[in-house]
């Protein structure tokens, strides 16, 4: 019969045996574990301490040296802030091209007869010129098209009265040509269809002229002139959107009147130019192109007529603007350069200047890395600060001209201040390298004997 021990402590040593063995064993993985995560720990806290010691550094030297890094710093703020301003110098410049080209007409395509001859008897030759049939044609065959006017000019001496005569170009023009130029009525009104469908003997006269008969644009409204001994009432004044200083078809002492009446001085169909609007300025190319197309279609190959548009002399302004914009950020980035530079020799000065304390760094177990952080921290740091400084000035400029001047500047975009602060990173990277290479080399026993 088996005896059973009473005694519980016999069989405690086999109870704690396997206890034992499974506690040796968690208590063999636990210090693993807790000391790797108490050595990342560590080394994270390290590198924490290590980086804000780097930053509180720097900036415990900008304050023992406040007016040298200020004047270091203000090659930054005058290269930054340069970047931001020619970019809203050249989108300004741009801005200034699309409302010109608006206020003449964006949409506009003119229609203008260069050379070219019919061969008549006796050898004699005729113009090829565009006639009202070929813009009836036009406007069958070209979709798109949402305003026409044909122009006829001649040159006549009219009376004002008292024995008073002027010198005036006359244009005989649809009621359409109004809105195909965007002229501006300044006084009455422009002549409609009913005017040009009765053969009425009305006209509508450019400001400067009517200034210069009658001192005034209402003054003028009412006035009765004649042209070749036909009385012609002046119902309205006019003057263009935008001021193309002559170098337009409308002159300083032009006068308008309906196409129907033009063709009585002229008797005859012919017209110099033809103007139309397309409803889309996308589809000005696609619309010039079809209109020479038909209008050379209907004449003899050899006569030339070109088409213009001003979607070409936007392209050349963007064009100038565009260059002008890259030459001006040209010389912002040399200014920025020349600040790198200033930025170099500045902390090189800044090392020599704290030799001792790169010694005591290094003895008290700063390492080269460090010592290379520190100083290059310090220079990107400064070239920052200017950066900043220069984008706020950049950007406040241009709210402060259009706040406070009757000039209106766009607001510069958001990527040329990412521009301004990008240069900034690098140039003080680029240009700190060198001291602080300079710092990380030095031997600290040397250092700790310098005086």
Known sequence: MPIVSSNPAAETPYVSSGTGSTQNRTSGVLPDVRARSF??????????????????LAIDSFRASKVRFLLTMLGMVIGSASIILVVAVGLTGRKYALDLISGIGPNMIEMQYVGGTVAGPENTSTPDSMTREDMAAVLDQVPGIVAASPMLEFHDRVSIGSGVSKDTMLLGVSPQYKNVRNLKIVAGRFFDEQDASAHTKVAVIVNTFANELYSSSDEAIGKSISISGIPFVIIGVFKESTETFG??????????????????????????????????AADVPLARDRIAAVIRSRHRPTSVYNAFTLTQVLNVMGQIAYMLTVVLLIAAFFTLLVSGVGIMN???????FRIREIGIRKALGATSREIRLQFLTEAVFLSLSGGIVGTLI?????????????????????????????????????????????????DPVETLKYE
Do not use: C, H
């Open 346 to 352: 500045s902390m090189l000065a800044n090392v020599e």
């Open 247 to 280: 170098q337009s078809e409308i002159s300083n002492q032009t006068m308008l009147i309906p196409y129907p009446v033009a063709r009585y001085f002229q008797g005859t169909d012919t017209v110099k130019q033809i103007f139309f609007t397309v409803a889309d």
């Open 394 to 442: 950049g950007l406040g400029i241009p709210l402060v001209v259009s706040f406070f001047s009757p000039f209106t500047i766009p607001p510069p975009p958001w990527w040329s201040a990412l521009i301004a602060l990008s240069t900034s990173v690098i140039v003080g990277i680029v240009f700190g390298t060198r001291p602080a290479n300079r710092a990380a080399s030095l």
């Open 39 to 56: 050595d990342a720990t560590l080394a994270s806290a390290t590198s924490s301490i290590a980086f804000r010691e780097t930053i509180n």
